[in-house]
């Protein structure tokens, strides 16, 4: 039975956590206020660089009026609002994870369908701070590794809602800002103009040690592909918004 989805813009269901100081260069000229995770270099370990504390916000930056797009309305007042409300002619991203945590228990986070936090009793693990259309402020993420113990695994996916599937014009681009210690950063600088969803990255933890994994796997499909491509095993029902 279809599901008539909503979006709800810009509420949040958890305080946004405040902001953190980067880590300074090294004496040795080396900046460690930045890793970038690439195909030679995927993965990065939470644990040994003292980042698996605290809560990490996970943010999506991207192009959502690239060079070509049709305008959005025309000169007035209102239209200009319009525009800036909506993404017409524009590409609207999407930034959600899917989780599993250690007692078996799996889901979505994502604007669809005001999935804005995980079904976690208690204070939420995964949650989005809302959704961002215009592509002007970007997307949050947030992901507690306080409570890491709970965690198996939080696959952070973006999908292309409205929009031509052109992610080399949207040019977007996840940060990572852990609690301490650099910043991680993950390019979508690989494209595949036919498929609307992005894995982009992956916390796993095995009780032991955090990581995160660099993904940039693109999936030809939404949600469910997804689910399939990385064998989550959940039930998916057709939504909009």
């Known amino acids: 039975m279809p599901i008539d989805y909503s979006k709800r813009p810009g509420s949040s269901p958890e305080p946004t956590p405040e902001p953190t100081p ?11 206020s930045k890793v970038t995770l690439t195909k030679s270099a995927p993965k990065v370990s ?28 025309g000169g007035g007042f209102f239209s200009k609002l319009k525009a800036a409300a909506a993404p017409q002619g524009g590409i609207d991203l999407d930034l959600g994870a899917l989780y599993e945590f250690t007692d078996g228990s799996k889901g979505v986070v994502q604007a669809l369908g005001n999935a804005f936090r995980d079904r976690a009793q ?5 949650w989005l701070d809302g959704d961002d259309r215009t592509g002007g402020g970007g997307e949050n993420l947030f992901v507690d590794l306080r409570q ?9 996916f973006a999908f292309i809602y409205e929009g031509v599937p052109n992610w080399a014009a949207a040019d977007a681009v996840v940060t990572l800002f852990p609690a301490s210690g650099p ?3 993950v390019r979508l600088d690989e494209h595949d103009d036919k498929s609307p969803m992005c894995a982009i990255a992956q916390f796993t933890s095995d009780g032991r040690e955090v990581a995160v994994q660099r993904e940039v796997r693109y999936v030809q499909g939404g949600q469910q592909a997804l689910d399939e491509a990385f064998s989550w095993g959940m039930k998916w029902r057709t939504g909009r918004k």
């Open 46 to 73: 939470l644990s040994k660089s003292g980042a698996a504390g605290g809560t990490v916000r996970v943010h999506l930056a991207w192009n959502a009026r690239p060079a070509g797009a049709a305008p959005a309305g």
């Open 148 to 156: 890491a113990a709970k965690i198996k695994r939080v696959l952070v």
């Open 183 to 185: 910043e991680i950063e």
């Open 122 to 126: 208690g204070d939420p693990v995964v």
């Open 22 to 32: 980067r880590a300074a260069p090294s004496p040795g000229g080396v900046s460690l």
